[in-house]
């Protein structure tokens, strides 16, 4: 009786144990999986895909023009980044590609020429009826709505240099608002969207302009001309786990300027850096000094598009060692996808 007693006690101790044995291990199993699903979380690709909608180069059946325009999406929303040219370009490439602007609220507008603000107020009469925020959200740097002139001091009236189709910076301005586009003047980096971070005006620490001569502002007490350094020029860094993917309409402030501001935000690597970087003129010295900079600051994918150059698209490649898949032209088509693989324009 008491041998039967000890032996139910040690029974029942065995299997309390091996229960509750079973129990830990299922808990493990359970917190096993939710830590590789948290890696996995932490690790994902981008939010975005990315989709070139303007620039020169056009695969066949799109519009290809000396301006620059790129879309970003998400699961939750669409974000412009530039509008190109003529007010057609962007909504004919868009269809083409099977692109529903109708969900882009907010618009990045890297700075005031014609070939990156040429669309806006055309996509906003577009898609209102769609959307009624549609395009209502623009972000524009400090200095974007400075009136330009020419080196007589007579204000631009010939619509080509911008903003948009004008060459009055305060009718552009009423035109937009009129439409119900609300503008956002930045004057510091700013997060617009999830992982999505435009500069703002950027400090001219290494180059001082990348650009064309001839535009000049005024200064002082408005009456003195100074010569346009495009100090409203932009761009935007997608932040990644790989490292910033730098976007530029054109680069005016220069790109090693541009990789900076980024770095200040978050000190990441620029894994990839596309739009256009005004290089097309560029001597080599200057094109290697741009490429050995990126290389530096952890460079893997490159797209040169619009004043970017194929010329020196090839060379800051050919610099940086990048591998031929890592590489492109950037036409109408090119995308960015959320895997960080560039998928290349049948142009290209």
């Excluded at 039967?4 to 101790?13: A, D, P, R």
């Excluded at 305060?170 to 500069?199: H, M, N, R, S, W």
Aim: aromatic fraction near 10%; hydrophobic fraction near 40%; include cysteine.
């Amino acid at each position: 009786m008491q041998f039967n007693t000890l032996f139910g006690k040690c029974g029942l101790y065995f299997l309390s144990s091996e229960f509750y044995r079973r129990n830990i291990m299922q808990k493990l199993i359970v917190a096993m999986v939710f830590g590789l699903l948290s890696i996995q979380a932490q690790s994902a690709p981008s939010k975005y895909e990315i989709t070139i909608l303007a620039t020169n180069i056009a695969n066949y059946g799109g519009r290809g023009e000396w301006s620059f325009g790129a879309l970003y999406e998400s699961d939750n929303e669409s974000v412009l980044f530039d509008t190109g040219f003529d007010e057609e370009t962007m909504l004919h490439n868009a269809k083409l590609l099977n692109k529903n602007l109708a969900k882009v609220e907010k618009v990045v507008l890297s700075h005031f020429h014609s070939d990156h603000t040429g669309g806006l107020l055309r996509l906003r009469r577009e898609y209102r009826k769609k959307n009624t925020n549609a395009f209502t959200k623009v972000y524009v740097a400090k200095g974007f709505f400075a009136q330009r002139y020419d080196q007589s001091g007579a204000q631009l009236s010939d619509g080509k240099t911008g903003p948009g189709s004008y060459g009055n910076a305060a009718e552009f301005k009423k035109a937009a608002q009129a439409l119900g586009i609300k503008f956002t003047v930045t004057d510091a980096p700013l997060e617009i969207a999830p992982d999505l971070f435009i500069t703002g005006p950027v400090a001219r620490r290494h180059e001082e302009y990348v650009g064309p001569a001839g535009l000049f502002i005024k200064t002082g007490e408005g009456s003195v001309l100074s010569p346009d350094i495009i100090m409203d020029d932009q761009s935007m860094g997608m932040m990644t786990e790989q490292g910033w993917v730098m976007m530029s309409g054109c680069g005016h402030s220069g790109i090693m300027n541009t990789t900076e501001i980024l770095q200040d935000v978050e000190d990441k690597p620029i894994f990839a850096a596309m739009g256009g970087f005004h290089l097309w003129q560029a001597s080599d010295s200057a094109i290697d000094q741009t490429a050995n900079w990126l290389v530096e600051k952890g460079l893997k994918k490159f797209m040169g598009g619009h004043c970017t150059g194929i010329r020196a698209g090839r060379r800051i490649a050919d610099v940086a060692k990048i591998k031929r898949t890592d590489h492109s032209h950037t036409a109408v088509g090119s995308t960015f996808s959320r895997q960080m693989e560039i998928g290349r324009s049948s142009v290209e």
